[in-house]
Each structure stands twice: as structure tokens, then as C-alpha cells.
């Protein structure tokens, strides 16, 4: 929610300055931090050389026994293959077993203790969690200095196929780099925040995201509806990218220019690199021609689409699957969004505009376009976009109407989303059929200053005398913010449900009035509830009042119908009572003097049970 503060001692509410909540694209080659600036989305640049693309890469300097991050460790990468870490993304959230066998890496995997994955750099072992917190953390140095300010909080992105483990160790990663992870969020819908889609609540589209980075490919259908993203079905290969046409180019001047293919690693990377200069010369320029060890070495488009071919093709299939999956046909896609800094290569564009047959969208900068839709997410979490407010917390209470009007909170306020919470009820009713669940939302004890947000009525509940029943409600409130209630007889499943879109039709200011109202009225507030509650139990004595007279009436003497009858009256006469004390006193009284009676009737029942009679008598209609 938007951070409005409340000072509670003058139930005002404050202006605070906001903090700044940055978003980061944690990726397997590039990473990048961005932020909200006027509100534009602009990426956080190096201070000294201005780029924007930190190379997700980690160096161990032996002799100053400092690690590096970014680019400066990339280029170690020729000189000190074995202390320089890279495609640490590959391995989190990952068992030693997961990455086995494993041939991509420069650098060994050791299993740990509890067969996690644990990585030597010198003589200490670091986790994936841990390495990973240094790129971010080399991120967040770079804003707080270009900033000026500390940075405590951020979003960060993950593939939309990331597991719960994978998910889980990027926001750990995030908590060691020091920051508090409010949201991790999936690539591909960042990627639509950042050209605008989703932040209008009444926009509904199909939206296909095409992610072609250095090592990895992958492609997220999704559907947008009332500002709210579900991935409909994803697709990839995550062996596949940027690196491999390098790796191809390689080959082919190998095959066809006498290239001589160096056997040392530091070596093979430095051709890597100059294959991947010629790469994207190539795609910009139409040729290219270097030398590399003394050879000449030359490429022009035509062979470059026909080295990239096979690749792209895998990717068209992975594409076809996708659309299989989310049951859609191919015109039913509005838009299609680019992103990876493959996805600049012409011939990559061309075929994917030529599968979805549509323009793709190449406004932005496809590989910017992750941590663009991060801050622009991060954005609408500080609060700052009005139109849009998205929950990381429930501002306020939730929960249901019960007896008397009270407000029973399910879910209460300020709890982190998504959430999933339940409480058992009963009938108040002998043979009540129908149960009517009014759903609230606020602070005030009494739902009648609460808000309500709809309702639902379970129906067709078996008779059975009041308070048998077992009848549970569930509030889940899901990562973007849909509540949906649940009710269900458990004796006979009978179930009923509704979702309720939107928790946050009140604007910031009326929640903030609530909480105060809810603040200065607490005494009173409490005060009702409690002559409420206190009614709700008379109501209850006076059917077991009744009850106990009619099961036990052979048994009972006059006297003694005499003392429970008046008890029942006595009860009823408590109704109008506004003080709750006086009741309360009233209660004890009756119970006092009834007490014997109950006694001697549990007498009768134990021993007529004990001489084999039965007494089941129990459900009377
Ligand atoms: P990741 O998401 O895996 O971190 P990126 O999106 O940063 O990766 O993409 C990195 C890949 O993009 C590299 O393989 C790089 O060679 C490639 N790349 C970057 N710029 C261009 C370009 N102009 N033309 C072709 N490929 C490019
Ligand atoms: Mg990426």
C-alpha cells in the first residue's frame, strides 16, 4: 500500500518522504537497476563510464583479496578463468544434484553438507544465494551513490518459470545484498509494464513475450485483464541464446576461414568476444572483417542468418508449444513484446513479427526492458501511481458480519499478501438451511462503520440443530491482490465461493481516515462489542435454558421448573440492559442458583446410562 504515515498521538495523517524502491533485473548475463524519476523509468547508469548493463559476473582478486562485480570482473574472465564466476542465476534455488552432469561452467560446483550447491572462490565456499547478493548489492551501491541516498527496498524480476525454491533464494539473495525484496515479480510482466501495458485498470490483452538473452530463451503468454497479469503458459529452452550463435559464428570461420581454434580457455573467451563483436557489427552494418591472431576473419548477414537459423527455429517451436498451451489461437494475440539483447538481431525480429504475424514492439531498448517494468512496478508499490495501487500488504482488516453485527477480522490489516486464512462457524438457528456470509473490510468493531465488500450465502445446509454444523470460511487473498472467499460445510462439502477483484476501491486518504476513526473510536468501539457479545451469549443460555427443561422435564421437580423458568425470564429481561456488567452480574446469579439442578440431572443421566437404559434423546426436532 502506499506508505501514508499516521501520527496516532494527533490522528493526523503525515507527509513522509517517500523512500526510493528500486527494481532490479537480476539476470543469467546482464543485470540492471532502475527507478522512478518524475515518472519516468530510467535505468541507474556507472557513474564513471556511464553504461547501464552490469555483466553478471563475480572476480576474486587474490592479491588485493577483494571480490569484483560487473564489468571489471568480465574482463577477467580471459585472464583468470577459474576465480571468475558467471551464470550464477542458472544455479539458484538448485541442488548439487539438479546441475549434474554439468559442462557449461568454467568454474567447479561442490556439493555442500545439505547437498546444495556451494562454489570455492580462494579458499572460502560461497552459495549461489550469496554470490548472487553480490551482483545485487554492486547494484545498490551503484543507485545509493548516483542517488544519494540509501537504498532499502526493491523488486526484483525472475523468469516466469522460476519454481517456489528459485523464487525464494532470489528474495534471500535480496535480504543478504540488504535490501527488503516487497515483491519479486516475473519477467515477462515487467516487460509489459514497461510499454505501458497494465497500467490501465480496464485494458484487457493477450500479450506474448519473446526473451531471447545470452544463455537463455524463453517465451510467457499472458493475459492481462483489470490490471491484474496471469501467465498463461510458458515455454523455453534455458540452454539456448546469444552465447551459442557466438559459439556458431566460431565454427563457421573454423570451417570455411581456417580459423584455428585455441585450446586454452582464457583464449577460446577472447575469441568468444571477438565473435560476439562481429555479431552485432554484422546486424548493424550488413558485414564485418577483424583479425583475430594475426587471421583474417569476416562475416556478413546473409551468413549470420544462416548461422542463427537452427537456433531460431527452436525458438519458433518453443513459441508453438506456448501458444498450444494457453489454448489460444494466433490472432487472439494484441501484442507482442521483445525482449533480451538478442532480440536486436534483425533476423530474430523478422521471424518472430512473421510467426505471430504482427509488428512486435521494439520501442524500448529490449534488454532495459525488464528493469524499466521493475521500477515501474516498484513505482505503484511506494503508492506513488495513483491510478494503479497495488497491495504488498492488506491496508486494512478483512474479515465477516456476525452476530449482532460484530465484525469478525479474518485477515487483519497490514498482513503480507498472499495469504490464506480460516475460521471455523456455526449456525445460530435449530435446522438453519442458509448461511449468509457478508464480507467487510476495516477497523471499527461494529461492521456498520466497516465497508462492505460483497457476500455470498452458502446454501443447502442439512438440518441440524444450531451450533452442529461445521461450517469454515476462507479468505485468500492472492499476490495481486484478489480476495476470494471460500465457505464449506464440512460434514457435507457443501461449498460456495466469490472473489472479490478489487480490495482497494477506498483511496489512500479514506483508509488512513479509517485507521483514525478506528484509533479514536477504540474505547467505544470495544464497549459495544462487548454488550454485543455478551447479549449474543444470553441469547444462547436462554436455548439451552430451554433445552435443559425440555429433555429433563420427568426428571425435574416444580421447584425446580419454577427456578428455570424465572431463570429464562430473568435472562430475556437482560436484553434491554445497555450495560454489560449488570448483565454479566445477572448471569452468575442464574448460573448459581441452577447449578444444583444441573448437578442432579447429571446424576440421573450417568446412572440411567449405567443401568443400560438409553437416553437418546438428543435430537429433538
Ligand atoms: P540475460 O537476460 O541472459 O542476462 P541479455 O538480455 O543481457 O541477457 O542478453 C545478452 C545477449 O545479448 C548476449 O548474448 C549478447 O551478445 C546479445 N546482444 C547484446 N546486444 C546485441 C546486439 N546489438 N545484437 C545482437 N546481440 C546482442
Ligand atoms: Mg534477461
Known amino acids: 500500500m502506499g506508505k501514508v504515515a499516521i501520527n496516532f498521538k494527533e490522528g493526523t495523517i503525515a507527509q513522509n518522504k517517500t523512500d526510493i524502491i528500486v527494481g532490479i533485473d537480476l539476470g543469467t548475463t546482464n543485470s540492471l537497476i532502475a527507478y522512478m524519476q518524475d515518472g519516468k523509468a530510467q535505468i541507474i547508469a556507472d557513474a564513471n563510464d556511464n553504461t547501464l548493463l552490469v555483466p553478471s559476473i563475480i572476480y576474486y582478486d587474490e592479491d588485493s583479496e577483494q571480490i569484483f562485480v560487473g564489468e571489471s570482473a568480465k574482463k577477467q574472465l580471459t585472464l583468470h578463468p577459474e576465480s571468475t564466476i558467471y551464470s550464477v542465476k542458472r544455479l539458484m534455488g538448485k541442488s548439487y544434484q539438479d546441475m549434474q552432469p554439468n559442462k557449461h561452467l568454467g568454474y567447479t560446483l561442490h556439493p555442500s553438507e545439505d547437498q546444495n550447491i556451494k562454489i570455492k572462490l580462494k579458499d572460502k565456499y560461497y552459495n549461489p544465494i550469496e554470490l548472487s547478493a553480490m551482483i545485487l548489492n554492486y547494484l545498490k551501491d551503484r543507485a545509493e551513490h548516483a542517488l544519494n541516498q540509501k537504498i532499502t527496498k526493491a523488486v526484483i524480476t525472475v523468469p516466469s518459470y522460476f519454481n517456489d525454491h528459485q523464487r525464494q533464494a532470489t528474495r534471500d539473495a535480496g535480504k543478504l545484498a540488504g535490501m527488503e525484496v516487497l515483491r519479486i515479480i516475473n519477467e515477462p510482466t515487467a516487460a509489459s509494464l514497461a510499454y505501458g501495458l497494465g497500467l490501465n485498470k480496464n485494458e484487457n490483452k493477450i500479450i506474448a513475450v519473446y526473451d531471447l538473452g545470452g544463455g537463455t530463451f524463453d517465451v510467457s503468454i499472458l493475459r492481462l485483464e483489470d490490471g491484474i497479469f496471469d501467465v498463461l503458459s510458458t515455454n523455453g529452452n534455458t540452454e539456448l541464446g546469444g552465447d551459442d550463435f557466438d559459439q556458431a559464428i566460431i565454427q563457421y570461420w573454423e570451417k570455411n576461414q581456417q580459423l584455428i581454434i585455441p585450446i586454452e580457455y582464457k583464449e577460446k573467451n577472447t575469441l568468444r568476444q ?139 490489516r497490514n498482513s503480507k499478501i498472499p495469504i490464506s486464512q480460516a475460521r471455523s462457524y456455526t449456525t445460530s438457528v435449530d435446522g438453519q438451511k442458509n448461511l449468509k456470509v457478508a464480507i467487510f473490510q476495516g477497523e471499527r468493531e461494529l461492521v456498520e462503520h466497516n465497508h462492505k465488500l460483497g457476500e455470498l450465502i452458502l446454501k443447502n445446509i442439512p438440518p441440524m440443530p444450531a ?63 462487548a454488550l454485543i457479545e455478551i447479549k449474543n451469549e444470553v441469547k444462547y443460555l436462554i436455548a439451552n435454558y430451554n433445552r435443559f427443561l425440555d429433555q429433563n422435564k420427568v426428571h425435574l421437580s416444580d421447584s425446580e421448573k419454577i427456578i428455570l423458568q424465572t431463570s429464562i425470564q430473568k435472562l430475556q429481561s437482560t436484553q434491554d440492559y445497555t450495560d454489560k456488567n449488570s448483565i454479566q452480574t445477572q448471569i452468575d446469579e442464574i448460573n448459581n442458583s441452577t447449578a444444583p439442578i444441573a448437578h442432579r440431572m447429571m446424576d440421573i443421566t450417568i446412572q440411567t446410562a449405567l443401568s443400560g437404559q438409553s437416553i437418546n434423546n438428543a435430537n429433538h426436532e
Do not use: W
Open 274 to 412: 571477438f565473435a560476439e563483436t562481429a555479431k552485432i557489427f554484422t546486424n548493424e552494418s550488413g558485414h564485418f572483417s577483424g583479425t583475430y591472431n594475426n587471421q583474417n576473419l569476416e562475416l556478413n548477414t546473409d551468413i549470420l542468418n544462416q548461422i542463427l537459423e537452427p537456433f531460431i527455429a527452436k525458438t519458433i517451436t518453443c513459441c508453438k508449444n506456448a501458444m498450444n498451451d494457453s489454448k489460444l489461437k494466433l490472432n487472439e494475440i494484441d501484442e507482442v513484446i521483445l525482449v533480451g539483447g538478442s532480440t536486436r538481431l534483425n533476423q530474430v525480429q523478422n521471424r518472430v513479427s512473421e510467426f505471430f504475424n504482427k509488428t512486435v514492439n521494439t520501442n524500448l531498448n529490449p534488454d532495459q526492458v525488464v528493469a524499466l517494468g521493475a521500477a515501474i512496478q516498484a513505482d505503484i508499490l511506494a503508492g506513488n501511481n495513483k491510478e494503479f495501487l497495488l497491495i504488498d500488504v492488506t491496508p486494512l482488516s478483512l474479515g465477516i458480519e456476525t452476530i449482532g453485527g460484530l465484525m469478525d477480522t479474518i485477515i487483519p
Open 467 to 529: 451450533g452442529l454444523p461445521k461450517i469454515e470460511i476462507q479468505f485468500l487473498i492472492n499476490p495481486d491482490g484478489i480476495l476470494k472467499v471460500k465457505a464449506k460445510e464440512l460434514r457435507t462439502q457443501t461449498e460456495q465461493d466469490i472473489e472479490i477483484k478489487s480490495t482497494i476501491n477506498l483511496s489512500e486518504e479514506q483508509m488512513a481516515l479509517m485507521l483514525i476513526y478506528s484509533i479514536k473510536n477504540a474505547q467505544a468501539d470495544l464497549d459495544k462489542r
